[in-house]
């Protein structure tokens, strides 16, 4: 089949059939622990003994963070590649994104770029193809059925939305993905 994913922060991806995997957070759900770690290790005498197991300790930290995220995004690119031919995805420009200081933390915990190297390699392994549709397309603020395009849901605060034309309510995500999705077909023909 083919398949149209919007990623999000709320939701770590929303898919063209209204499907929403939740945003795992590694990153803050270590966050206390890392912390508590990386002060004890700041206690610690430069060049001593304690110093540097201490140096192991918080990098395991690290680690887990790191294999947790790539473990869940593997298993997730593996499923959407088994069980489509063609899957459309939006450009990002995730350097862009993380430079908005209140969300870069969250930014890089998702890690989509490495989710979408993911995507681009596993799907020719599974006979499938990845596409990208250009980052300033109005997925969000087109009505997905007549086409309409709403000024409203330029704010993000607006999460759902009732066409105005012909009256289709929409998940702000999910719309994005069925419109993602018409996109990167007219882009494959």
């Given at each position: 089949g083919h398949i149209g994913l919007d990623v999000g922060l709320k939701a770590y991806l929303t898919d063209s059939f209204g499907k929403s995997i939740e945003n795992?957070?590694?990153?803050?759900?270590?966050q206390k622990k890392l912390a508590r770690e990386q002060?004890?290790?700041?206690?610690?005498?430069p060049k001593s003994n304690r110093r540097e197991k201490h140096c192991?300790?918080?990098?395991?930290?690290?680690?887990?963070?790191?294999?947790?995220r790539?473990?869940?995004?593997?298993?997730?690119?593996?499923?959407?590649?088994?069980?489509?031919s063609v899957i459309?995805?939006?450009?990002?420009k995730i350097k862009n994104m993380t430079k908005?200081?209140?969300?870069?933390?969250a930014i890089s915990d998702a890690s989509w770029g490495r989710f979408f190297k993911m995507l681009k390699y596993k799907a020719p392994l599974f006979g499938g193809q990845l596409i990208k549709v250009p980052t300033f397309y109005p997925s969000s603020q087109?009505?997905?059925?007549?086409?309409?395009?709403n000024p409203i849901t330029k704010d993000l605060g607006v999460r759902e939305w009732i066409c105005p034309q012909c009256h289709t309510y929409h998940d702000r995500d999910a719309?994005?993905?069925?419109?993602?999705?018409k996109k990167g077909l007219e882009m494959l023909k």
């Amino acid at each position: 089949g083919h398949i149209g994913l919007d990623v999000g922060l709320k939701a770590y991806l929303t898919d063209s059939f209204g499907k929403s995997i939740e945003n795992p957070r590694w990153f803050k759900a270590m966050q206390k622990k890392l912390a508590r770690e990386q002060r004890r290790l700041s206690r610690k005498m430069p060049k001593s003994n304690r110093r540097e197991k201490h140096c192991v300790k918080t990098a395991r930290v690290h680690a887990k963070i790191v294999n947790k995220r790539k473990d869940f995004q593997h298993k997730l690119a593996y499923h959407l590649c088994l069980e489509n031919s063609v899957i459309v995805v939006e450009k990002l420009k995730i350097k862009n994104m993380t430079k908005n200081r209140r969300l870069s933390k969250a930014i890089s915990d998702a890690s989509w770029g490495r989710f979408f190297k993911m995507l681009k390699y596993k799907a020719p392994l599974f006979g499938g193809q990845l596409i990208k549709v250009p980052t300033f397309y109005p997925s969000s603020q087109t009505c997905s059925c007549c086409g309409y395009k709403n000024p409203i849901t330029k704010d993000l605060g607006v999460r759902e939305w009732i066409c105005p034309q012909c009256h289709t309510y929409h998940d702000r995500d999910a719309n994005a993905a069925k419109n993602i999705l018409k996109k990167g077909l007219e882009m494959l023909k």
